[in-house]
């Protein structure tokens, strides 16, 4: 069973219609990002999916119950992008606090926030947090109770390299024991090597969906070859591939996708010529805006 369902959701602010007949599907153990511009209708979807807010029309399950109910409630964590604590607790007396909440028992604190990296500053008041640690804090409440479904709103936001490794290599581990993650960023190129499946929102409407392989055909956008040739034969390299761009001694082609594979031969058949090449496939950044000004247009 799915673990979150929409099918033809609509919602609409007067005469604002915030989403448009949103259909979609999250499978268990499955990461899906979601994309979109500011007032694309990200917020409004995650809202909805919490229960925070009704849509018009439409129908909505949450691991199989109404948004907002309590069993919906006990399966889903939700991280937002500016995560707020009181500053005078300490993150430990913070997580007991929400540990209490759930009727979960304290002693799992300390655990939750060695997981995400706070363990030694457990001890310490949250008003001497950066905004990275405070968003940790907030990562390590997604987890208490072993939801089945994380909506994660800009979750990296304020985190480090490191940091973001870390998480996502978190979200992966989670995934691979069966929680769903819909997660929203515009990190894209954080998001496209981390998650199974990509959706784009433009106008309240769903204009794309799928695994980025898939997403690359449907654009289909040019691939690039970038070319360094041997010591000396940069000339020789140029008259075998007129077509290329020359630039520092170097080339660079672009071919349609139903072409890369003959266009890699050619190059491959000039042989000790040949120094180096790289093959550079459209990015998710490359893919979003095809979608998204086609959508416009």
Known sequence: MPTLTLQRLTKTYGSLRALSEVSLTVAPGERVALLGHNGAGKSTLMKIILGLIPYDTGSLQVTGAAPGSAEARRNVAYLPENAAFHPALTGLEQMRHYLALRGESAALAMGLLDRVGLGPAARRRIGTYSKGMRQRVGLAQTLIGKPRLLVLDEPTSGLDPVSRRDFYELLDGLAADG???????HALTEVEARTDRILILSGGVLVAEGALADLRRTAALPVAFHIT??????????AALPEARVHTGNLTLTCAQEDKLRLLSRIMALGDQIADVDMVPPSLEDIYSHFSKRAGQ
């Open 179 to 185: 929680a769903s993650i819909l997660l929203s960023s």
């Open 229 to 238: 040739p041997r010591a000396g034969a940069a000339a020789s390299v140029a």
